[in-house]
């Protein structure tokens, strides 16, 4: 409400702009694996800040270091730099569940 009292509303957003990005998927990970942001810095052997611009999308990782935030948080290299789960992981995943 605006302090005339009228509704105020936001401009829609695109759906390319609520699709998760790369850095949106950094944080998932992280997330879900339980990593801090120094514990994954010290494992890639980078600087703490390095890892807070990639999450805060001012600069991105080169791929070996994608590929170390994959192996050191569980997820599929393609989905964290693509955002597309590899088929036959999904597969895996759905007869573990059955």
């Given amino acids: 409400m605006t302090n005339d009292g009228s509704a105020t509303y936001a401009q829609s957003r695109l759906p390319s702009e609520l699709e998760p990005d790369l850095a949106d998927r950094l944080a998932k990970a992280l997330l879900v694996a339980g990593i801090s942001v120094a514990d994954m810095a010290a494992y890639l052997e980078v600087h ?27 997820v ?5 730099r693509y955002g597309t789960w590899p088929k036959d992981q999904f597969e895996e995943s759905e007869q573990v569940n059955k």
Avoid: D, F, M
């Fill in 76 to 80: 599929p290299y393609e989905w964290l």
């Fill in 48 to 74: 703490r800040n390095s890892v807070g611009a990639w999450l805060n999308r001012r600069t991105q990782p080169r791929p070996a270091n994608l590929r170390l935030w994959a192996i050191r948080t569980g």
